[in-house]
């Protein structure tokens, strides 16, 4: 037990020395990520992945599902379970006649389960929150006096979590959990504009600091069906609060032949928050080798605030018009041959894959922004080793790939290809060695 909780503290500090580092660096390079706290990460494992982000339901006691802590109930006594994960994206953009490639990479997240008694499973961990990075130009022409007007939209930033959590069993069947998790990042966005016939340039800034705490609660309740079935009935929920951040905008005008410049600077106190969400799961099992998950999600940012600079005018506001609930349906499969084969590699093979369905957060110039439309594959494949003969102890490499596709009437449409790569280490740490 103590050597599990001190590889899991070290692991964890490492974790978040390396994220503090990189703070500043952005996990996505979408456009979409200027509206709102950014473009809103995944925050389900590698193997969910597979399902495309499909586990409310999913109650796997080798798994570590932080979709719904209800499930760390489910770990194994005699295991230490650690996984980890990062992914490379492709995206294509298109507007008009236009199409720009980009890539990134990006780490995603560390996780930790380990039972601390009969019934009660702790999970703790590293988790992201949303992303912000994006950088264009765009000009237009206005007339003979003002000539074209350039403006150049930059931003990056980003929010993350560290969490602890914990889920217990107190009837056979039903079990209830939580995950209490720090929120912290920043964002900077910038707007700056200049013409081919004036002296003057201007440019607005925006930036918010954020450190706080993020609540969900969970509960699962799992019946069988028969002697090979079982259904899992999954739910969660979250708090929405005010964060405690001053969002500051920032319009400097200069004129860059004298280089005299006036600043006015606006500061909106308590000016961020996150919704109330909440979420329902259905999973069938069968045999214990084929699992089908179905998930429904929504979060009530549409009754939330957000901070906008009105030109008419000229102050730093909140709205209630900028902000509407996402809802997200997801359904997805994982299938292995024969787990308790005693020979056959490919027969221990998890097959996945899944569909999803996502509406925005955030409005743009009125309207609801892009829908996203995404399908999934997945892969789970078994590390042997001498050191773990037993097929429920071995370590798993699971790869999953996605294509996300982002699109609204009269805005930049996005095509994305991610794979997800991540490695779950199951050791058996709490067994009791015997010498003969």
Same mark, same amino acid.
């Given at each position: 037990m103590k050597k599990s909780i001190f590889v899991g503290i070290l692991a964890a500090s490492i974790s978040i020395t390396a994220w503090g580092q990189n703070s500043s660096q952005s996990g996505t390079i979408s456009p979409y990520s200027q509206y709102g706290l950014g473009v809103l990460a995944d925050q389900s494992q590698s193997f969910n992945r597979g399902m495309n982000g499909t586990g409310l339901a999913m109650r796997e006691g080798t798994l570590v599902n932080t979709l719904n802590p209800a499930s760390y109930s489910a770990v194994d006594s005699l295991t230490m379970l650690f996984d980890a994960g990062l992914s490379?994206?492709?995206?294509?953009?298109?507007?008009?006649?236009?199409?720009?490639?980009?890539?990134?990479?990006?780490?995603?997240?560390?996780?930790?389960?380990?039972? %601390?008694?009969?019934?009660?499973?702790?999970?703790?961990?590293?988790?992201?929150?949303?992303?912000?990075g994006y950088?264009?130009?765009?000009?237009?022409?206005?007339?003979?006096?003002?000539?074209?007007?350039?403006?150049?939209?930059?931003? +990056?930033?980003?929010?993350?979590?560290?969490?602890?959590?914990?889920?217990?069993?107190?009837?056979?069947?039903?079990?209830?959990?939580?995950?209490?998790?720090?929120?912290?990042?920043?964002?900077?966005?910038?707007?700056?504009?200049?013409?081919?016939?004036?002296? @003057?340039?201007? *440019?607005?800034?925006?930036?918010?600091?954020?450190? *706080?705490? +993020?609540?969900?609660?969970? %509960?699962?309740?799992? %019946?069988?069906?028969?002697?090979?079935?079982?259904?899992?009935?999954?739910?969660?929920?979250?708090?929405?609060h005010k964060l405690g951040a001053d969002p500051n905008c920032e319009i400097v005008n200069v004129n860059t032949s004298t280089l005299i410049s006036d600043t006015t600077s606006f500061t909106i106190s308590n000016g961020l928050e996150l919704p109330m969400k909440y979420g329902v799961g259905l999973a069938w099992t069968h045999r214990d080798r084929l699992i089908v998950a179905a998930d429904f999600s929504q979060q009530k940012w549409g009754g939330l605030d957000y901070p906008s600079y009105e030109e008419t005018a000229r102050q730093y506001v909140l709205r209630s018009d900028l902000l509407t609930d996402r809802t997200r349906i997801s359904l997805g499969a994982d299938y292995v041959p024969d787990p308790l084969h005693?020979? @056959?590699?490919?027969?221990?093979?998890?097959?996945?894959?899944?569909?999803?369905?996502?509406?925005?957060?955030?409005?743009?110039?009125?309207? +609801?922004?892009?829908?996203?439309?995404?399908?999934?594959?997945?892969?789970?494949?078994?590390?042997?080793?001498?050191?773990?003969?037993?097929?429920? %102890?071995?370590?798993?490499?699971?790869?999953?790939?996605?294509?996300?596709?982002?699109?609204?009437q009269d805005l930049i449409t996005d095509n994305t290809f991610r794979i997800t790569i991540g490695l779950t280490f199951n050791e058996r740490w709490f067994a009791k060695w015997r010498i003969d």
């Open positions: 490379l994206q492709l995206t294509n953009f298109k507007e008009g006649g236009t199409s720009v490639n980009a890539r990134n990479a990006d780490f995603d997240y560390v996780v930790g389960l380990f039972r %601390m008694r009969k019934n009660l499973g702790v999970s703790f961990g590293l988790l992201p929150f949303s992303d912000v950088s264009y130009t765009t000009s237009t022409y206005l007339n003979s006096t003002i000539g074209s007007i350039t403006e150049t939209y930059s931003g +990056d930033g980003g929010f993350h979590q560290a969490f602890v959590g914990a889920g217990w069993r107190p009837l056979k069947g039903l079990s209830f959990g939580f995950n209490f998790a720090y929120l912290w990042g920043n964002y900077n966005r910038s707007v700056s504009s200049t013409s081919s016939t004036t002296v @003057n340039s201007l *440019s607005k800034t925006y930036k918010a600091t954020v450190s *706080s705490y +993020d609540l969900t609660l969970g %509960m699962q309740w799992q %019946m069988p069906l028969g002697r090979k079935d079982k259904v899992t009935l999954g739910a969660t929920w979250g708090l929405g005693p020979t @056959n590699y490919l027969k221990h093979v998890h097959f996945r894959g899944g569909v999803a369905y996502t509406t925005p957060y955030y409005k743009i110039n009125g309207q +609801d922004g892009p829908k996203e439309l995404s399908v999934s594959a997945g892969i789970g494949l078994p590390l042997l080793s001498k050191w773990n003969t037993q097929a429920a %102890m071995r370590p798993v490499l699971n790869i999953s790939a996605q294509w996300a596709h982002t699109s609204a």
